[in-house]
């Protein structure tokens, strides 16, 4: 029975991150994985490290400033997996023209003459260019952060508490994080209600050279060092819909068969704003990022909802009960809901977690499991 001092589950952009901090700190670290490294939606994922423009408020600003943190994260981790040329958003109905203009992100507007003038491919469009946007090839990425941590192939059903340990087939751990995206919790986080965003991805080759990342309702990367560039988007939402993920999309009966008409809509896109010469599709990736209904990530202790509810019922009636007077289950940690957006918050919510967990540091009430506890406990 081999011991560490924490036991992530999950691989994926969140897991990896969370790994490799702890590991930096001289803690002994485990990763398992039903799929592998970075073997769902974080491998599938066209991994743009992008601002996020608009009127200022908290939901920018925490992807914003984890953007500035992660881009010079990844140049000092793997210099050669990450790819900085910058991005033009083009608008498109979710941000118009008024919405990229006011905003307090410095950028400049390129009309379609500049643009042209950049390269004859691209298409009679305008944007707003950020030089501050990369791209990353994600499963080198999560590889080289599993570098000082032990990873196992496992699909683990349950968790066992037993003298202070937790208990997973042969490996034992002082503390449990979890990384599990779409998965089913392992443990009752009935406030935490993830919402599966299924995304899909596909790897070309083109003759054309592509000198930044594009992004309108889709993301057309820069040509990336081994040759190819990603096409990807958000293709289906499942809010609505009582779904449970027990594979990965490219095994799922939900998407057999739909490969061929999805990436002819996204050529079709991508060609809406760049010709792509000579091009030849390498591969296809599908994944289901892991969401909650208000978009932000969900870090912090894993709270015991039925018996913080059994121990202070006044809760449910707007009673303030201070944090440390709920009940946790021992040792216990999750990191999720990064949504499209995973490899831009992982190292900044890593960096955080790590920090609450190690040194007792703060974490900001937007992001915390007691947020949406205290929510779902007021309202049901």
């Given at each position: 029975?081999k011991?560490?001092d924490?036991?992530?589950?999950?691989?994926?952009?969140?897991?990896?991150?969370?790994?490799?901090?702890?590991?930096?700190?001289?803690?002994?670290?485990a990763?398992?994985?039903?799929?592998?490294?970075?073997g769902?939606?974080?491998g599938?994922?066209?991994?743009?490290?992008?601002?996020?423009?608009g009127?200022?408020?908290?939901y920018?600003t925490?992807?914003?400033?984890?953007?500035?943190?992660?881009?010079?994260?990844?140049?000092?981790?793997?210099?050669?997996?990450?790819?900085?040329?910058?991005?033009l958003?083009?608008?498109?109905?979710?941000?118009?023209q008024?919405?990229?203009?006011?905003?307090?992100i410095?950028?400049?507007?390129?009309?379609?003459k500049?643009?042209?003038?950049?390269?004859k491919n691209?298409?009679?469009?305008?944007?707003?260019?950020?030089?501050?946007?990369?791209?990353?090839?994600?499963?080198?990425?999560?590889?080289?952060?599993?570098?000082?941590?032990?990873f196992?192939?496992?699909d683990?059903?349950?968790?066992?508490?037993?003298?202070?340990?937790?208990?997973?087939e042969?490996?034992?751990?002082?503390?449990?994080?979890?990384a599990?995206?779409v998965?089913?919790?392992?443990?009752?986080?009935?406030?935490m209600?993830?919402s599966?965003?299924?995304?899909l991805?596909?790897?070309?080759?083109?003759?054309?050279?592509?000198?930044?990342?594009?992004?309108?309702?889709?993301s057309?990367?820069?040509?990336?060092?081994?040759?190819?560039?990603?096409?990807?988007?958000?293709?289906e939402?499942h809010?609505?819909?009582?779904?449970?993920?027990?594979?990965t999309?490219?095994?799922?009966?939900?998407?057999?068969?739909?490969?061929?008409?999805?990436?002819?809509?996204?050529?079709?896109?991508?060609?809406?704003?760049?010709?792509?010469?000579n091009?030849?599709?390498?591969?296809?990736?599908?994944?289901?990022?892991?969401?909650?209904?208000?978009?932000?990530?969900?870090?912090?202790?894993?709270?015991?909802y039925?018996?913080?509810?059994?121990?202070?019922?006044?809760?449910?009636?707007?009673?303030?009960?201070?944090?440390q007077?709920l009940?946790?289950?021992?040792?216990?940690?999750?990191?999720?809901a990064?949504?499209?957006?995973?490899?831009?918050l992982?190292?900044?919510?890593?960096?955080?977690?790590?920090?609450?967990?190690?040194?007792?540091?703060e974490?900001?009430?937007e992001?915390?499991?007691?947020?949406?506890?205290?929510?779902m406990?007021r309202t049901?």
């Amino acid at each position: 029975m081999k011991t560490y001092d924490f036991l992530i589950i999950g691989a994926g952009s969140a897991g990896c991150n969370i790994a490799h901090f702890l590991s930096q700190e001289d803690k002994s670290v485990a990763v398992v994985d039903r799929e592998g490294i970075a073997g769902g939606a974080s491998g599938a994922a066209g991994a743009f490290l992008s601002p996020l423009p608009g009127k200022q408020n908290s939901y920018n600003t925490l992807v914003n400033d984890a953007l500035k943190y992660s881009i010079d994260f990844y140049k000092k981790l793997i210099p050669n997996a990450i790819d900085i040329h910058g991005v033009l958003r083009v608008p498109n109905d979710n941000f118009n023209q008024k919405k990229l203009q006011d905003n307090g992100i410095r950028y400049d507007f390129y009309d379609t003459k500049k643009l042209q003038n950049i390269s004859k491919n691209f298409r009679e469009i305008n944007g707003y260019f950020y030089k501050d946007a990369a791209v990353l090839e994600p499963k080198t990425t999560c590889n080289k952060l599993l570098e000082n941590c032990d990873f196992y192939i496992k699909d683990v059903k349950a968790l066992s508490f037993k003298n202070g340990l937790y208990e997973i087939e042969d490996l034992q751990a002082k503390n449990i994080i979890l990384a599990q995206g779409v998965s089913n919790s392992l443990v009752e986080l009935p406030y935490m209600k993830i919402s599966p965003v299924f995304g899909l991805r596909i790897d070309v080759k083109t003759t054309t050279n592509v000198p930044f990342n594009l992004h309108k309702s889709i993301s057309v990367s820069s040509n990336k060092n081994d040759g190819t560039l990603s096409i990807g988007a958000t293709q289906e939402r499942h809010d609505t819909q009582q779904m449970e993920c027990l594979t990965t999309c490219d095994k799922c009966s939900f998407y057999v068969n739909t490969d061929e008409q999805q990436t002819k809509t996204l050529l079709k896109q991508a060609d809406e704003l760049i010709k792509l010469e000579n091009l030849e599709v390498v591969k296809t990736y599908k994944g289901a990022r892991a969401t909650i209904k208000s978009y932000f990530p969900v870090i912090g202790k894993a709270i015991d909802y039925e018996n913080s509810i059994k121990k202070h019922p006044s809760i449910k009636k707007g009673t303030k009960i201070p944090v440390q007077e709920l009940e946790y289950y021992p040792n216990l940690h999750v990191i999720n809901a990064l949504g499209s957006r995973g490899f831009v918050l992982g190292p900044y919510l890593a960096k955080i977690l790590g920090e609450n967990i190690l040194y007792d540091r703060e974490i900001s009430k937007e992001i915390s499991t007691q947020k949406l506890f205290y929510k779902m406990a007021r309202t049901t």
